[in-house]
């Protein structure tokens, strides 16, 4: 029995990536799970380290902040070599960031790209309240976010932060190697915001397909 679990974990490993559906259902129940305190912890076994040591295939690419409240592979409930995760602080994107996306993308398979924001984040804040002298670089990232959001009725901070979040969505969206799978239906590319009390993900509805909209509602129910 142990061999066949064994196998089957490698083979498991070395398939192709899920269609961009799935794979977003998958986050939304790790999400879920999370949220409601039924982990299930997967793929953090001796079994799964020695199934993953010479691939990976991970099925989502996270374009995060920095943030020591948002760990990724905490709050979707997931694994070894299940997340190809970016991070950095105001989940700004830049060339770096793009060729990192594109070789998990296109090299990996992953299926899905998440940029995800979060409540309360230091580095939107800081360019919100003129304090980001420290932060120049991403500053400049995030600046184009709080000036288009500064008039918009509402709290001018979750306005920002939810527009940083769909701004990096339309940069990462134009370059031609992702441009092309999008259109091969490999991947898709959505914005996602999570609530620090709660824990819980927002997937913005921006830049949701009808099928990836379905696939959220379906991975709720």
Do not use: W
Not at 91 to 120: M, P, R, T, W
Not at 168 to 193: R, S
Not at 210 to 217: P, V, Y
């Amino acid at each position: 029995m142990y061999y066949l679990l064994f196998f089957l974990c490698i083979f498991m490993s070395i398939v192709n990536a899920v269609s961009p559906e799935k794979a977003l259902e998958r986050l939304v129940q790790g999400n879920k799970r999370f949220t409601s305190d039924k982990l299930k912890h997967p793929n953090r076994t001796g079994m799964r380290r020695e199934a993953i040591k010479t691939t990976q295939k991970p099925f989502a690419i996270i374009l995060g902040c920095s943030d020591s409240r948002v760990p990724p592979e905490i709050i979707f409930d997931q694994g070894l070599g299940d997340l190809f995760i970016i991070r950095v602080a105001g989940n700004v994107i830049d060339a770096v960031g793009i060729d990192s996306i594109e070789y998990a993308a296109h090299h990996l398979g992953s299926s899905i790209v998440l940029v995800l924001g979060h409540e309360k984040c230091g580095a939107v804040s800081a360019v919100v309240t003129n304090q980001a002298s420290d932060i120049p670089t991403i500053a400049k990232l995030i600046e184009p976010a709080v000036e288009k959001t500064r008039n918009l009725k509402g709290n001018h901070l979750v306005n920002a932060i939810t527009e940083n979040i769909n701004q990096v969505v339309e940069q990462i969206q134009q370059t031609p190697v992702l441009i092309k799978l999008i259109e091969q239906k490999k991947l898709k590319i959505v914005g996602g915001y999570y609530h620090l009390e709660t824990g819980k993900v927002d997937f913005l509805e921006t830049h949701l397909t009808a099928a990836a909209s379905s696939a959220i509602h379906s991975a709720l129910d």
